[in-house]
Nanobody, 120 residues
Framework: QVQLVESGGGLVQAGGSLKLSCAAS????????WGWYRQAPGKQREVVAT???????NYADSVKGRFTISRDNAENTVFLQMNNLKPEDTAVYYC??????????????WGQGTQVTVSS
């Protein structure tokens, strides 16, 4: 079983920066892809950014040019650098990993979430 632990959330003023981290632990056969999602109060969870095992990235239009996702395969960790934060970025941010199982399947694992609050 794989566990994900996020860190790096907090309170920041508009225009500021934060860097989120998400580390995987447990029995890890491999991580195919990572993703960062967020959920604001009263809204559905939405994808923010994803990165594949090969390093290909995708971003939500709302964060393009401001957020950067990266991964450290050796440390089984993914990062989300968030610059020029806006009040509308306020949400709980969740880490997601598509993890390989012993049998060769894929299981999605979620972190517990970390709060990001951007004040105006």
């Amino acid at each position: 079983q794989v566990q994900l632990v996020e860190s790096g959330g907090g309170l920041v003023q508009a225009g500021g920066s934060l860097k989120l981290s998400c580390a995987a632990s447990g029995i890890i056969y491999g991580i195919n892809a990572w993703g960062w999602y967020r959920q604001a109060p009263g809204k559905q969870r939405e994808v923010v950014a994803t990165i594949t095992s090969g390093g290909s990235t995708n971003y939500a239009d709302s964060v393009k040019g401001r957020f950067t996702i990266s991964r450290d395969n050796a440390e089984n960790t993914v990062f989300l650098q968030m610059n020029n934060l806006k009040p509308e970025d306020t949400a709980v941010y969740y880490c997601n990993a598509d993890t390989w199982t012993y049998a060769g399947g894929i299981v999605k694992v979620w972190g517990q979430g970390t709060q990001v609050t951007v004040s105006s």
